[in-house]
């Protein structure tokens, strides 16, 4: 078991342009997280998957961002005309829910972002 | 809505010291409460949890309690290493409307230990 990876582990992009990262969890956990984490805060939750469905979105994430869980394998979180603003560190973390409380959460080492 | 509330670092000690880093929380329903770790230049790491009332978390030579009649989770350790230097930060995890256990993150503490 290798843990939750994400790729790329650092983006500089321009502002306007789209970038997507990835995240593939440990295998065979079920649920998938994405947060982001800004200088010197705890990360946010954005979004989470269990399976291949999408069940709930944070109102953090505007119309720019977008997420699948293809197969309810890896993820993708896709962000269009990026700006400023979302520089940041995006998280990844996935967990094995077996339908009680007793769920922890395993996190990426994360792909930092910059916007130029 | 939930919310945890960390007390601000950095906190600087020297090694062998005692650790106490605060934290309280809010929450509507029955929060897990975790303590995760974050090493410059590398993800978070789970360090401990507890799952309800009473319950000690512990790992590392680390513990927390989780006390519901002052909403806190405060961490301690007896005696830290240089090893130790990181930022840690307290989370709860409630139910969403997804059905989803999100985490709520407080700000974060840095804890240096110096020789």
């Known amino acids: 078991d290798t843990g939750v990876s994400q790729d790329p582990r650092h983006k500089i992009t321009k502002r306007g342009q789209n970038v997507t990262f990835r995240c593939d969890p440990i295998?065979?956990?079920?649920?998938l997280y994405w947060y982001r984490q800004t200088l010197g805060q705890g990360p946010e939750f954005l979004t989470y998957?269990?399976?291949?469905?999408?069940?709930?979105k944070s109102r953090l994430l505007s119309d720019r961002f977008s997420a699948e869980r293809p197969k309810g394998s890896f993820s993708t979180l896709e962000i269009q005309r990026t700006e400023q603003g979302d520089s940041a560190m995006y998280l990844c973390?996935?967990?094995?829910?077996?339908?009680?409380?007793?769920?922890?959460?395993?996190f990426g080492p994360g792909t930092r972002l910059l916007v130029l | 809505g939930d919310s945890v509330t960390q007390m601000e670092g950095p906190v600087t000690l020297s090694e062998e010291a005692f650790l106490t880093i605060n934290c309280t929380y809010t929450?509507?329903?029955?929060?897990?409460l975790f303590w995760y770790v974050q090493y410059p230049g590398e993800g978070l790491q789970l360090l401990l949890k507890a799952t309800k009332a009473d319950d000690k978390g512990s790992n590392k030579g680390f513990e927390a309690t989780y006390r519901k009649e002052t909403t806190s989770f405060h961490l301690e350790k007896g005696s830290v290493q240089v090893s130790d230097s990181a930022v840690y930060f307290c989370a709860l995890s409630d139910q969403g409307t997804g059905g989803g256990n999100k985490l709520t993150f407080g700000t974060g503490t840095q804890l240096k230990v110096e020789l």
């Open positions: 998957f269990q399976n291949e469905a999408q069940l709930e």
């Open positions: 295998s065979e956990h079920n649920r």
């Open positions: 973390a996935s967990s094995a829910f077996t339908g009680t409380f007793q769920e922890t959460q395993y």
């Open positions: 929450a509507t329903g029955y929060p897990s």
